[in-house]
């Protein structure tokens, strides 16, 4: 049972924003660190 339709619906927007947030910050951290390693091989 749903008390709070409209909070939940919100909140559920957020939850997959942050989720998508947090995958682009962890693509963009495993970026990094393999080009911090090229460029330090070479």
């Known amino acids: 049972m749903i ?3 409209n909070f ?3 909140f559920e927007t957020l939850r997959n924003e942050y ?3 947090c995958g682009k910050i962890n693509i ?3 970026w990094v660190i393999e ?3 090229k460029n ?3």
């Open 3 to 5: 008390l709070y339709p």
């Open 8 to 10: 939940s619906l919100e």
């Open 19 to 21: 989720n998508t947030l």
């Open 28 to 30: 963009y951290k495993k």
């Open 35 to 37: 080009n911090w390693n």
């Open 40 to 42: 330090n091989l070479q």
